[in-house]
């Protein structure tokens, strides 16, 4: 456990050294502000039609906007799990960094298991916070709560521990540019399967469906975002909940218990065959 620590709080050090926590906070920064401008703007713009009836336009802002914050969050989380992990194996073996620890005194599982930590735990404190940072900024302009605040962030931070596990067994086979390629794609792969999943839904189209729900279970981050979305708007009715559900940043799936067993399965098998995998792996 103590060697784990040590490389977890080496990944942290790291991270320092190299001005990633600077950069990050910088553009995190600089998003929360514009998404603020772009929030005030946007209920603005629809005060003079008001709400109410069958169709509710500030709620429909409101959701909506939500739902950019909760793309944007784990698109930024993404990025920087991707950046903290896409050379962790590969990179220190190509810089000849790796060899001396994991022969004495650290070993190789507690290496891994130390580079999941660090990077999970920063991964994590950065979605729930940027997560809850839009929440607050939507309530403060707009005057609305989400139907449930704990849930979808819950949700997020699941998503991005597992992103991060994928990342870091990626990082044994690929060199890190070819690793953050390809977990740039995945995570592409994934959006492009929760969109299919709502034109299915929106057109009656099984087929559709039955390959949007192959690559949710194959990505199973997708799912839980996808749930983290429904969850945000689940209180709205009607027509409202039918234009917020089929929206860009809505989302007609719910999560369910299947879903979170499924996606606490992956990571604990991404894991194993990472640990698997690494322990064979001829440096």
């Known amino acids: ?15 320092v050294r190299r001005r990633v926590f600077a950069v990050v906070l910088v553009l995190t920064l600089l998003f929360l502000a514009l998404f603020t401008a772009a929030t005030i703007e ?31 969050s784990l698109f930024l989380a993404t990025v920087l ?5 896409l050379g962790a194996v590969r990179g220190d073996v190509e810089r000849g960094l790796l060899q001396p620890l994991v022969v004495r005194p650290i070993g190789r599982r507690a290496f891994l298991l130390g580079r999941f930590v660090g990077a999970v735990t920063v991964c994590i404190a950065y979605i729930v916070l940027l997560y809850a940072a839009v929440v607050l900024i939507v309530h403060q302009v707009g005057g609305r709560w989400p139907a449930h605040v704990i849930g979808p962030g819950l949700a997020l931070a699941a998503a991005i521990a597992i992103l991060v596990a994928m990342s870091l067994l990626g990082s ?26 709502t034109i299915g839904a929106a057109l009656g189209a099984h087929t559709v469906q039955t390959i949007a729900h192959a690559m949710a279970i194959a990505l199973p981050f997708e799912g839980l ?18 234009l917020v559900n089929l929206g860009p940043f809505g989302s007609s799936h719910a999560g369910s218990p299947a ?11 991404t894991a194993l065959l990472a640990m698997v995998v690494f322990a064979r792996r001829d440096l």
């Open 259 to 269: 879903l979170y067993i499924w996606a606490v399965f992956y990571l604990a098998l």
């Open 172 to 197: 044994i086979f690929l060199s890190a540019t070819a690793n953050g390629i390809a977990m740039f794609m995945l995570y592409g792969a994934g959006l492009v399967s929760g969109l299919l999943a």
């Open 81 to 85: 799990a991707v950046f903290l992990t």
């Open 42 to 72: 946007a209920i603005q713009a629809v005060s003079p039609f008001g709400g109410g009836g069958r169709l509710d336009s500030h709620q429909i802002t409101a959701v909506t906007l939500l739902g950019l914050g909760v793309f944007a």
């Open 225 to 242: 975002y996808q749930a983290a979305l429904h969850a945000l708007g689940s209180n709205q009715i009607g027509l409202t909940r039918v």
């Open 1 to 15: 456990m103590r060697a784990t620590l040590t490389i977890a709080r080496y990944v942290l050090q790291e991270s």
